[in-house]
């Protein structure tokens, strides 16, 4: 079995048990809150049915006669409170709660992902944590950049590069034994010994490999690149003392970049939709330019355990961490979303018809989440589909 497709394999698993993690803690977060304002948890799940293992516990973290229940499809978790919906008004039921006691219990998830987010980044932090953003939030005087050695990225057909033998993933060490430290260093050496010959040391698995190759002249590398291979540098941002700061300012300052990103996804997507049925041409070829954009920035399961876990693998454990922070995050983000189905939607629907003093039935109630989830169906769907193609 090839290296590429146990790291799939692993990467599957991994992407499935932090998916479930996740998912786990922000119900837990719901059934947790729900006991503490007088609403009865009747069962809590991991994964969906059908189920594999049940057991009934008199008293529990989440209540009495709980039941813990583990299921065969490992994609998440689920908590049942009793009387879920708006229209019940038994004693114990989650109808039954005042307005600013649902509101706990649905933001009681949404609040235990960002939390989550917060802690894994404050545990990164004396390691390093990966700097994805030029500005990104640290403590000035607790700070300290460690930089890797610049890497390959990509290597262009006919290139110099092709012709050493480079591979994705060659640490650069040195050219004409000068110690390269950045890839902007990489960069001024080879402009300035455009068209000479040079020797180049990296490394790969280990080992230190030197070769000699002539770099392209400086009218070819100026369009093409000098040696005609991508270059990447990983960086990361380590702090002490001021770790929870930089977990809490990091998951902050993501919050923020993760609404932003959305939003322009959303904007993007809508105008792709609208402008796709138009009867002018250019119209619509600007909504498919619109709706391709959207596409390329979001990703789904298949897109995290396909394209992005197994990079992390091999990127390390930091790494790892790293995505399952911004993961947590982007779950607490996004059930904030005024969304049937989601928490967002569930709170918005209950205070909408407050708001205009209209009974919300359970049949009404069923109806509208319905629509809403079959509409994240769909949008689950189409993000798969663009998962695929990306893939």
């Known amino acids: 079995m090839s290296v590429d497709i146990l790291i799939l394999i692993a ?35 991991i994964g969906f049915p059908p189920r594999a293992w049940a057991r009934k516990i008199k008293k529990s973290l989440l209540g009495k006669n709980v039941e813990y229940t583990l299921n065969w499809l490992p994609l998440g978790g689920f908590v049942k409170l009793q009387g879920e919906h708006d229209a019940d008004s ?51 005087s607790d700070t300290q950049t460690i930089a890797e050695a ?11 590069a092709e012709e050493l033998g480079l591979q994705s993933g060659d640490e650069v060490l040195r050219i004409n ?9 990489l960069i001024a050496t080879t402009a300035a010994e455009a068209g000479n010959e040079i020797s180049l040391t990296v490394e790969r698995d280990g080992q230190e490999i030197t070769e000699s190759v002539t770099l392209r002249d400086a009218e070819a590398g100026a369009e093409e690149g000098y040696l005609g291979a991508g270059i990447g540098q990983r960086e990361y941002l ?16 993501f919050t923020w970049l993760t609404l932003d990103g959305l939003g322009d996804t959303l904007v993007k997507f809508g105008a792709g939709l609208f402008q ?36 992390l693998i091999e990127a390390g454990p930091i790494h790892i961490v790293f995505i399952t922070a911004i993961i947590s995050l982007s779950l607490a983000v996004i059930n904030t979303l005024p969304i049937p189905a989601l ?32 509409a994240l169906m769909a949008l689950f769907v189409l993000i798969t589909i663009a998962d695929i193609g990306k893939l």
Do not use: C
């Not at 990467?11 to 609403?39: D, P, Q």
């Open 343 to 374: 928490d967002g939607g569930r709170w918005f629907l209950t205070a909408l018809f407050r708001v205009i003093k209209r009974p919300l039935t359970a049949e009404r109630e069923e109806s509208i989440n319905a629509i809403g989830f079959l």
């Open 238 to 253: 380590r702090s002490t003392w001021s770790a929870p700061i930089v977990g809490v300012g990091l998951t902050a300052q």
């Open 90 to 140: 038994g004693k114990g039921d989650y109808g039954a709660a005042t307005f600013w006691q649902k509101t706990k219990i649905l933001l009681a998830g949404v609040a235990v992902n960002w939390i989550a987010a917060a802690v894994l980044l404050t545990l990164l932090a004396p390691f390093g944590v990966p700097k994805i953003l030029p500005d990104q939030f640290s403590v000035a």
């Open 276 to 311: 796709s049925v138009s009867l002018s041409e250019d119209t619509r070829q600007s909504g498919g330019e619109n709706l391709s954009a959207a596409g390329q920035n979001v990703a789904g399961p298949v897109g995290l355990i396909g394209g992005i876990l197994p990079r």
């Open 150 to 160: 610049p890497q390959i990225t990509t290597v262009q057909d006919g290139s110099p």
């Open 11 to 45: 990467s599957i698993f991994l992407g499935l048990i932090i998916l479930t993690v996740l998912v786990a803690i922000h119900e837990l977060g719901h059934g947790i809150a729900a006991r503490r304002n007088g609403v009865v948890v009747e069962e809590f799940g």
């Open 177 to 185: 034994g000068q110690q390269i430290e950045s890839s902007d260093s």
